[in-house]
Structure formats: structure tokens, C-alpha cells
């Protein structure tokens, strides 16, 4: 059980994150044109899209993802690994971030900024019960007593990375930009062919139809949960406890089956008053 490194008022996990690291990723790291970001709040569908995005580069073939660890295919900006792979790498790089707006690296805020950044959003409820269950067997927060505990850890933004409301807010008013896509997870669910057609126009990239294919098979929830590269089972060993799994249900809705009544009624109040500048359309779920 691990307590948070707290920097600029956000909680971050308590392996794997320093202070200077955090710092210097927001104020000296520069992202390149030529570079790719996967940006999410955590258990947004973070790993699926970064499996996507990797199978177009290599248009669709597996060898890459098959023998690669995710962090290091498209390395976490704000880690400790992931800084020092980065700050190495040369060409045009893939890389992640959950990172929230104030403490992103400054070169996004250059007008003439043309890294390509994907950005997914999910329903909260769900994202809140995907953590539940996977910091909950992980050594990398300190661990919810219960569902109830983390609820109410939630709706304060006491979890890795903040408020998802301040996240998702300050990261939505970008959508406008060129070099921003947003998708959400719903959407990805609902129609995961007509998501990749969508990522591969905005990254350039022309895909034939028996590409497209291999990419989804690749991509799909039974494909990354069977293999080791992606589904965190590599993942360092004092990290783990009680066999944390990244691939858990991969669906969309689950929080129906967790949330009482009070709960569901408290999340819709919360939602309403913190997302109220938002269209509703914006939000694909019921
Ligand atoms: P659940 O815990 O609800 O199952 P992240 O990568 O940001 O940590 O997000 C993890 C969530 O994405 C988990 O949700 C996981 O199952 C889901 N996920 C990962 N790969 C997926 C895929 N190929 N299809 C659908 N969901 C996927």
C-alpha cells in the first residue's frame, strides 16, 4: 500500500513518478511535428487506442505489438521510463500522456504546434469502477477500502491524476484545434472500424480494406487480453498484487452494476453542475 507523490495539487502513483521528472516533462520536454500523442485520463481506454495506433503504423502487421511492451511502443511522457526513453528516441515518435492541461509539456501551447494528439474520453462512471479495479491490485495507490471508498475519492479528484471533471473539461475546450482528435471509448465500442477509418485520416495514413482488418482483429479485446506485451502481466513485479489485469471487462455500461441507487443519483448531480458548459450531444452515453 503506497501513498501519492503529490505535485502542483495531483496526486501521482507512487512508483514509477518523481517530482523533478513531472517537472522537467512539462517544462523542458518538446513534442516534435512529427510525433504522435495518445492523451486520456487513466482507464479511458488508453492501451486499446495505443494497440490501434501502432497497428496502422505498421498497417496492421502484429509483429511489433506482439513483441513490444505497450510502455515501450508509446512510452508514458510524465514517468520515469518513459521520460528517459523518450528524451533518447529519435524520428517521429508515439507516445502517452495522462497527464492534465496545466501539467503538460509547454510545446503544446506553441501556435504552430503540429504533433498530432488523439485524445478519449470515457463515461466517468465506468472509468471510476475500471480503476476501482485495477488500483485496487496494484501496489501503486493507496488502497479504497471499498467501492463506496473510492467513490467518494473519486468526486474530491483524490485518485492518480486528479479530478476526471477538471481533466476532461480543460482537455475538451482544445477540440477545436487541428492537430487534436477526440474520440471517446463509447464510440470506439460502437463502431471500432469507423474509429480507425477516423484515426488513420487524421494521422495521414492510407489503410486497404484486408489492413483495416488485421488492425481490428489485432486491436480486439480477446486479442490484447491473451497476449503478454499488452495486458500488463509483464508488468514489474512489486507493482502487482492479486493478479492486476488490465483487460477486466472491455465494455461499456458496467457502472450499472456497481453504483447503488444514491450512487448513480450523487453522480448525475456532480455531472450536471461540472460538465453543464458541455453539449450534451458531446456525451455518447445513457
Ligand atoms: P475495464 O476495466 O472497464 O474492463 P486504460 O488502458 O486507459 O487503462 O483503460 C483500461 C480499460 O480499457 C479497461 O476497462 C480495459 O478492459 C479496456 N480495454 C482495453 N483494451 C480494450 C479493447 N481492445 N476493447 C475494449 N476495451 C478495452
Given at each position: 500500500?503506497?501513498?501519492?507523490?503529490?505535485?502542483?495539487?495531483?496526486?501521482?502513483?507512487?512508483?514509477?513518478?518523481?517530482?523533478?521528472i513531472i517537472e522537467e516533462s512539462r517544462d523542458k520536454f518538446v513534442i516534435r511535428d512529427?510525433d504522435t500523442v495518445i492523451l486520456?485520463?487513466?482507464?479511458?481506454?488508453?492501451?486499446?487506442?495505443?494497440?490501434?495506433?501502432?497497428?496502422?503504423?505498421?498497417?496492421?502487421?502484429?509483429?511489433?505489438?506482439?513483441?513490444?511492451?505497450?510502455?515501450?511502443?508509446?512510452p508514458w511522457i510524465e514517468t520515469?521510463?518513459g521520460y528517459?526513453?523518450l528524451i533518447?528516441?529519435?524520428?517521429?515518435c508515439?507516445m502517452s500522456s495522462h497527464l492534465p492541461i496545466h501539467l503538460f509539456p509547454k510545446s503544446f501551447f506553441r501556435?504552430?504546434a503540429?504533433f498530432?494528439v488523439?485524445?478519449?474520453?470515457?463515461?466517468?462512471?465506468?472509468?471510476?469502477?475500471?480503476?476501482?479495479?485495477?488500483?485496487?491490485?496494484?501496489?501503486?495507490?493507496?488502497?479504497?477500502?471499498?467501492?463506496?471508498?473510492?467513490?467518494?475519492?473519486?468526486?474530491?479528484?483524490?485518485?492518480?491524476?486528479?479530478?476526471?471533471?477538471?481533466?476532461?473539461?480543460?482537455w475538451?475546450?482544445m477540440?477545436?484545434?487541428?492537430n487534436?482528435?477526440?474520440?471517446?471509448?463509447?464510440?470506439?465500442?460502437?463502431?471500432?472500424?469507423?474509429?480507425?477509418?477516423?484515426?488513420?485520416?487524421?494521422?495521414?495514413?492510407?489503410?486497404?480494406?484486408?489492413?483495416?482488418?488485421?488492425?481490428?482483429?489485432?486491436?480486439?479485446?480477446?486479442?490484447?487480453?491473451?497476449?503478454?506485451?499488452?495486458?500488463?502481466?509483464?508488468?514489474?513485479?512489486?507493482?502487482?498484487?492479486?493478479?492486476?489485469?488490465?483487460?477486466?471487462?472491455?465494455?461499456?455500461?458496467?457502472?450499472?452494476?456497481?453504483?447503488?441507487?444514491?450512487?448513480?443519483?450523487?453522480?448525475?448531480?456532480?455531472?450536471?453542475?461540472?460538465?453543464?458548459?458541455?453539449?450534451?450531444?458531446?456525451?455518447?452515453?445513457?
Open positions: 500500500m503506497s501513498d501519492y507523490i503529490w505535485f502542483e495539487g495531483i496526486p501521482f502513483p507512487a512508483i514509477g513518478y518523481e517530482k523533478k512529427e486520456t485520463y487513466p482507464k479511458s481506454g488508453t492501451n486499446w487506442l495505443i494497440e490501434i495506433v501502432c497497428l496502422i503504423q505498421t498497417k496492421g502487421n502484429p509483429k511489433w505489438i506482439q513483441s513490444v511492451p505497450v510502455w515501450e511502443r508509446s520515469q521510463n528517459a526513453m533518447n528516441k529519435e524520428g517521429p508515439l501556435s504552430k503540429k498530432s488523439i485524445y478519449v474520453f470515457r463515461n466517468p462512471r465506468d472509468v471510476l469502477v475500471s480503476g476501482y479495479f485495477f488500483w485496487d491490485k496494484s501496489n501503486l495507490i493507496k488502497m479504497p477500502e471499498s467501492l463506496e471508498t473510492y467513490f467518494e475519492w473519486f468526486l474530491k479528484g483524490n485518485v492518480p491524476y486528479g479530478s476526471w471533471f477538471e481533466h476532461t473539461c480543460s475538451l475546450s477540440r477545436e484545434r487541428d487534436f482528435l477526440v474520440l471517446s471509448y463509447e464510440d470506439m465500442k460502437k463502431s471500432t472500424r469507423g474509429t480507425i477509418e477516423k484515426i488513420c485520416d487524421f494521422l495521414g495514413r492510407k489503410l486497404e480494406p484486408d489492413e483495416l482488418d488485421l488492425v481490428l482483429k489485432y486491436s480486439s479485446f480477446q486479442a490484447m487480453k491473451e497476449k503478454n506485451v499488452s495486458n500488463f502481466s509483464l508488468i514489474i513485479k512489486d507493482v502487482i498484487i492479486n493478479g492486476l489485469a488490465l483487460m477486466r471487462k472491455g465494455v461499456a455500461g458496467d457502472w450499472k452494476n456497481h453504483f447503488t441507487v444514491a450512487q448513480a443519483e450523487t453522480f448525475d448531480k456532480v455531472f450536471q453542475e461540472k460538465m453543464a458548459g458541455f453539449p450534451p450531444g458531446l456525451f455518447p452515453w445513457k
